[in-house]
């Protein structure tokens, strides 16, 4: 197949929807093979909280692949929890998916990104400021965005890029929000017009540009965290999705 990135190959994690889904879309329009996961559908079935997930992710890709040019880590968990409605379940699996998996899923998949390779995190507007409803997971995101800078250093000598996008308030099936009901949804949708600069919600498709273009064509930037967010950035005081 011809594109501007045939015969790249690419594996995002939780990429059967939403962003994950348009990056894939992207990718494979100009020529890229992308192997998607999810928890319950795509080219293979991974729970991040689960290393033995990763372990079989790991050998399915060496297997399908070999090795691949674009690791994107896009899986993530979200509810709206003011601080008194955590609950020590739901910390868990917030800091389980973004952080604790997010670490596992690179460490397992780093050495089959080839030696010039790229990996790209999904963050948030919310891994800065504050946001009454996400405390929890605005802090696994920040984590998680901690982890962009430590493995760009730690993977510079195989000239191996890591950045992360970190999206506002993006046009989504579920808006990055467990269990979010339809009047929540429209609520934050308004919200979301309100708060943000340009007056509108991102596409999916714009968060998928600025991926690809960390992973191909910001060749000489490595632990940057990309905004792609309306202009919100650090103005946040209200719940964003990722």
Request: proline share 4%; net charge negative; glycine share 12%.
């Amino acid at each position: 197949m011809s594109g501007r990135y045939a015969g790249r190959t690419a594996v995002i994690l939780g990429g059967t929807h939403g962003m994950g889904e348009a990056t894939a879309a992207l990718l494979r329009a100009e020529g890229a093979s992308a192997l998607v996961t999810g928890r319950r559908a795509g080219d293979v079935h991974v729970d991040l909280t689960r290393l033995a997930d990763l372990d079989a992710l790991a050998e399915a890709v060496r297997e399908r692949f070999g090795q691949i040019d674009l690791l994107h880590v896009n899986a993530g968990y979200a509810q709206l929890e003011p601080p008194e409605a955590v609950t020590e379940s739901s910390y868990d699996r917030t800091f389980d998916v973004n952080t604790k998996g997010a670490f596992f899923a690179v460490q397992k998949l780093a050495p089959l990104v080839r030696d010039g390779g790229a990996i790209v995190f999904t963050s948030s507007v919310a891994d800065q400021g504050g946001s009454p409803e996400m405390i929890v997971y605005g802090a696994a995101k920040a984590a998680a965005r901690s982890m962009v800078a430590g493995f760009a250093a730690a993977l510079a000598p195989r000239g191996i890029r890591v950045n992360a996008v970190s999206p506002g308030f993006i046009d989504t099936p579920s808006y990055g929000i467990e269990g979010i009901s339809d009047e929540d949804r429209a609520a934050f949708h308004a919200v979301g017009d309100a708060v943000t600069p340009m007056r509108r919600h991102g596409t999916a498709e714009e968060v998928a540009r600025a991926v690809v273009f960390l992973a191909f064509e910001a060749t000489f930037t490595t632990g940057a965290r990309l905004a792609v967010d309306g202009g919100l950035g650090e103005a946040l005081d209200v719940p964003a999705a990722a």
